[in-house]
């Protein structure tokens, strides 16, 4: 008897070695993808709308399983940066995560709404309206934007993340012909319209969110601010 209780007592830190494993690979793998799929839409990016539009996938599958992680990547830099950077003698703000968690909702709403107004707004630019294909788009446009976020560890560098903004814009004008089958003559409206939608409803859930965390703003909320100002220019 007792050695069978020494035999089930061995197993379980086996099991549980191969369940940290499992989950370790599978962390890796949707890293490689996604990093994978940042460099297609960087290279060659008409070829990388083709092969997106050819996936069978679901709303659900790329909100959970691509934007979500993606989306995560600016708040919680941005949290340890803060933590990692800040003041001497200063306590630590309770405000500092609830501001990451609001920021990561923030970014998963806008990409959420940005496929919603693509397709809203399709025919108007000539545009086929598909929902899928519209979160697509907004789920894989800002693919490099959203993995620059990384640079929120050290706060003074959160400028670089700005340099998505023009990026994320030229793969949406590159994929809405390819998604959207948009004529290739309206694709930079259509692509301007739901740029510009999108950095407003960032800027109006940002303003919104401050009144959860106390009117603190992470260094991802910054740098996205200071990018829809950048672009009202513009």
Known sequence: ?????????????????????????????????????????????????????????????IMAGYVAPLAAIAPIAGMIGQLAFRTPGVPVSSGILTGAIVSFLVLVAVIFFLGILTNAVARHFEATPD????????????????????????????????????????????????????????????????????????ILLLALSSCFTGGERTVADEAAIEAAKDAAKD
């Not at 494993?21 to 460099?39: M, N, T, W």
């Not at 994929?175 to 407003?200: H, I």
């Open 131 to 202: 929902e899928l294909a519209a979160l697509k788009l907004a789920a894989y446009a800002p693919t490099p934007a959203l993995i620059l976020g990384v640079v929120s560890l050290v706060p003074s560098l959160w400028w670089i993340a700005l340099l998505g903004l023009p990026v994320t814009a030229y793969l949406i004008y590159r994929g809405l012909p390819v998604l959207m089958k948009c004529p290739e003559d309206r694709a930079q409206g259509y692509a301007a319209t739901v740029l510009a939608s999108g950095l407003a409803a960032l």
């Open 1 to 61: 008897m007792t050695d069978h209780k020494d035999e089930d007592a061995a197993k379980k830190p086996s099991a549980a070695g191969q369940a940290a494993r499992a989950r370790a690979a599978q962390a890796r793998a949707k890293a490689e993808f996604i990093l994978s799929r940042a460099y297609g839409l960087l290279r060659h990016p008409k070829q990388e709308w083709e092969q997106i539009r050819d996936e069978q996938t679901n709303a659900a599958a």
